[in-house]
């Protein structure tokens, strides 16, 4: 863990756009285009889909902020960008976020093609939609993203501002709506249906997690998620670290990671209810910082509903407490995973804690907010009976 390694030699810094499509990577693409295309079901455990977790109501939350900053935005664009941009809810370029710093399935407006007055805008939408910490954690991870690109002197291909914002739905005339950030380890999609706002998957990332300098020396990403992980680990008894304990090797990736919205995971691990009362604190600390990233309002919202679940929860656990590790929570309304990762821009091929991955995921069939949507449509655009009695 605490070994020096340098950075990986590339030749020279990659571009954008690759330049030769290998078949490696027409096969890359091929696969995730084929899965984006699947079906949406969301991801359930091996018994399929468990209905009636989302049900469509009014959480009292305030969203005229992030509404009223989606349409400035909108406004700010010109009409070329606002096509760009700018998708139907049901658009399946939702599902083409991913992690990968190369360019292929991109879609939306690149930040980094606005001026100062259109980034502050777009990333004011985000900024609306969540708290000050969740911004904030947003903000420093792009931060670290220039950070890599100093260190691989690839400021071109690795940068702040080398991120895609869409938006889908009409916020301006008050249906549903949402927008999505993404790019290299910043991949964000938030919904709203009425006052209700589905803010996953989200997966965070970050190659490093600190600025040692540049820019940004001193940005700082997960040390919460870290220790508190590993705190929750270590404060649990021998029996129950090893119902804990899901694999003795941390996965290759995460499980339910980007194009991996149909995955099967059944739960495994040590359900909440087992905690004592300072394991049980320290748990709903950790949850807290992921559920947290959402605006107050919202994450109380989110909250409840976890907790809800709670004695259906389950806290797995693979890796070495002392060195690297994963852990992820399991309910019928939350996936969390997190998990440290080897190098890609450093040289070290073994996990470390300097690359860390993370994914929230709602299962059953919300994620993206589908099963609100769902029920939204059946609720308000039933079709009419004609005059004869038949459907319109």
């Avoid at 941390?250 to 739960?267: C, T, W």
């Avoid at 919202?298 to 806290?315: I, K, S």
């Avoid at 309304?333 to 709602?362: A, C, K, L, Q, W």
Wanted: contains cysteine.
């Amino acid at each position: 863990m605490g070994e020096p390694v340098g950075l990986r030699k590339r030749g020279n810094p990659p571009t954008r756009k690759p330049e030769i499509w290998t078949p490696d990577l027409l096969d890359k693409v091929a696969w995730r285009v084929k899965a984006a295309h699947e079906p949406f079901r969301g991801v359930a455990t091996s018994d399929g889909i468990r209905p009636g977790l989302f049900p469509l109501r009014d959480t009292g939350a305030d969203v005229r902020k992030v509404y009223r900053a989606a349409e400035e935005y909108l406004a700010g664009l010109t009409e070329e960008r606002r096509a760009e941009g700018r998708f139907a809810m049901d658009d399946e370029s939702w599902r083409h976020w991913n992690n990968g710093a190369r360019y292929f399935l991109r879609h939306g407006v690149l930040l980094e093609d606005l001026d100062d007055i259109g980034r502050r805008q777009a990333m004011n939408v985000v900024r609306e939609s969540l708290s000050a910490a969740g911004y904030g954690q947003v903000v420093d991870l792009m931060r670290l993203n220039l950070t890599i690109g100093e260190l691989s002197d690839n400021t071109h291909g690795l940068n702040e501002w080398l991120y895609w914002f869409s938006v889908y739905g009409e916020p301006e005339n008050g249906g549903p709506w949402g927008w999505q950030l993404d790019g290299h380890h910043v991949n964000v999609n938030c919904v709203f249906v009425g006052n209700q706002m589905v803010l996953t998957p989200s997966f965070l990332g970050a190659e490093p997690v600190t600025a040692g300098g540049g820019k940004y020396a001193g940005t700082v990403a997960f040390r919460g998620e870290e220790a508190l992980g590993h705190e929750l680990f270590t404060q649990l008894d021998g029996g129950q670290r090893e119902r804990a304990t899901i694999a003795a090797e941390k996965p290759e990736e995460l499980l339910v990671g980007a194009f991996r919205d149909n995955y099967e995971l059944d739960y495994r691990g040590l359900r909440l209810a087992e905690l004592s009362a300072g394991q049980r604190e320290t748990a709903l600390q950790l949850l807290g910082l992921y559920v947290n990233r959402a605006r107050e309002d919202q994450a109380r919202t989110r909250l409840r509903e976890v907790l809800d679940h709670e004695g259906d929860t389950y806290f797995g656990w693979a890796g070495d407490p002392d060195g690297t590790f994963y852990y992820r929570f399991h309910s019928p309304v939350i996936i969390v995973e997190f998990e440290h990762m080897p190098g890609v821009i450093f040289d070290n091929d073994y996990p470390s804690r300097r690359h860390i991955h993370t994914v929230v995921r709602t299962p059953n069939g919300n994620d993206f907010g589908v099963d609100l949507l769902r029920q939204h449509h059946e609720r308000h655009h039933r079709p009419r009976p004609s005059a004869q009695g038949e459907e319109e």
